[in-house]
T-cell receptor, first 111, second 116 residues
């Protein structure tokens, strides 16, 4: 019930391209869906987040698309840059409970 | 504001030995978390503190892992005795409220433990 499934496991994109990472969740009690970015040797850092009452949230080059009926959400990175190369984690959270992470997607943006 | 501080950064121990990790959260953050991140996987919560009380330790292997948060500030996580499968990065995180909310969780850089 708590699981968050993430795909793909790894992704290679050319500079300027669009990176798309998908997640699906099972726990309908999740009320907050953050994305975290992690660089090697660092802890995850909050990138962008969405609540299930909206279908899309955009911050700069990063956009979350949310489909509540399908229990799916995705991260789109427009105009991908080599500096975006990192591991990305989606997550689900319910009020007062633990943050449940997906397995992660290792993104490589080639120059 | 200063970030979440963790030490040591790296630790190599033999199986059956004991090890301790230290975390100093962001000042004023009431909630502190310890996560275990095995290579190639997402972080998994081990224990959550609210001030100096335990909120959730349901995924902590209590036969070998222990954690405390004295005075509601610093925290230590101990493993005794360590097993090979404990090799992972141990992340400490803190948040202003009991859930990340709009501010999210702030993670430290972690301690990479290798058990040989």
């Amino acid at each position: 019930q708590q699981q968050v499934k993430q795909s793909p496991q790894s992704l290679i994109v050319q500079k300027g391209g669009i990176s798309i990472i998908n997640c699906a969740y099972e726990n309908t009690a999740f009320d907050y869906f953050p994305w975290y970015q992690q660089f090697p040797g660092k802890g995850p850092a909050l990138l962008i987040a969405i609540r299930p009452d909206v279908s899309e949230k955009k911050e700069g080059r990063f956009t979350i698309s949310f489909n509540k009926s399908a229990k799916q959400f995705s991260l789109h990175i427009m105009d991908s840059q080599p500096g975006d190369s990192a591991t990305y984690f989606c997550a689900g959270e319910t009020s007062g409970s633990r943050l449940t992470f997906g397995e992660g997607t290792q993104l490589t943006v080639n120059p | 504001e200063a970030g979440v501080a963790q030490s040591p950064r790296y630790k190599i121990i033999e199986k059956r030995q004991s090890v301790a990790f230290w975390c100093n959260p962001i000042s004023g953050h009431a909630t502190l978390y310890w996560y275990q991140q095995i290579l190639g996987q997402g972080p998994k919560l081990l224990i959550q503190f609210q001030n100096n009380g335990v909120v959730d330790d349901s995924q902590l292997p209590k036969d070998r892992f222990s954690a405390e948060r004295l005075k509601g500030v610093d925290s230590t996580l101990k493993i005794q005795p360590a097993k090979l499968e404990d090799s992972a990065v141990y992340l400490c995180a803190s948040s202003r409220t009991q859930t990340g909310g709009n501010y999210g969780y702030t993670f430290g850089s972690g301690t990479r433990l290798t058990v040989v």
